[in-house]
């Protein structure tokens, strides 16, 4: 059984449709996918037409951006209730805080005498519940400013580059407490990239457990061979769930493909425990 617990659409800034995903997940060989547009839930619905009619299982899930100790970390909840309203709020301040961020993005890109419009950007953003970077980046595209969505990034949204501005994150503890509220199993996405692994520790690991933290996706294509290693160690030692996952954002990520890593099926039956029917 092949389960992807990880991946993207348009709704955030993947490049398929909910319908498209759930069509290209199931021609990958999955069995499982979740879905987890970031600070989104909205492609559930048209996500779960696709797999009732493609026959492949989806998982309701969503990738929360997260600030722990100043720096950035992703935290992805699967299965929480879509109407649970603290999460819904807090959820809404992340994304106007994306959304905030947009026309102070472009005003840096005109400064540097780069003339992208918010509706340059809308045009590409479409039915995403917020415009973000990787929105700014494809408008770059169009425009011939640069070539790839990594390159606008390298050159002008990372942290340190001159279009970059900060947004709101929500609280890491504080999220994880509303995920497990709202029914929901949180797990650490990618814990150990560059932006995370300092604050990340085993320790603060262990800590985020005691709050409700149920796994870690050890198996990502940011962990190396040693990263996994470690992270798969850490794991064990907390009784953490173990999830594999592709962060599938469709061509807006290379190499980033569907069912490149994926969950070990008993792993996936610990996560989602009472929606373990999802696995028959
Ligand atoms: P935002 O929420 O607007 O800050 O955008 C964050 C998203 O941009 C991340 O979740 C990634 O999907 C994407 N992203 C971040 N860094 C890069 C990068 N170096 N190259 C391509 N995409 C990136
Ligand atoms: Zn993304
Ligand atoms: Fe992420
Ligand atoms: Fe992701």
Redesign the pocket.
Known sequence: MLIDLHT?SRRS?GTDSPTELVENAARAGLDVVALTD?DAMTGWDEAQVAADRVGITLVKGL?I?CRYGHRGV?LLGYEPDPTDAALLSELERVLRG?QD?LPKTLARLNDLGIAITEADVLAVSGEAAAT???HV?DALVVAGVVAS??EA??RF??PGRPAYVD?YAADLEHMIRLVVAAGGRAVLAHPWTRQSRKVLTAEVIGELAEVGLVGLEVDHNDHDADTRAALRAIASDLDLVITGSSDY?GT??VGYDLGVNTTAPDQAARLLRDRVDLLR
């Open positions: 993207h800034d970031h990738e951006s992703h994306r961020r973000g970077r990787p980046a969505r990594d990034f390298e949204l990372m947004r954002h807006g990520k």
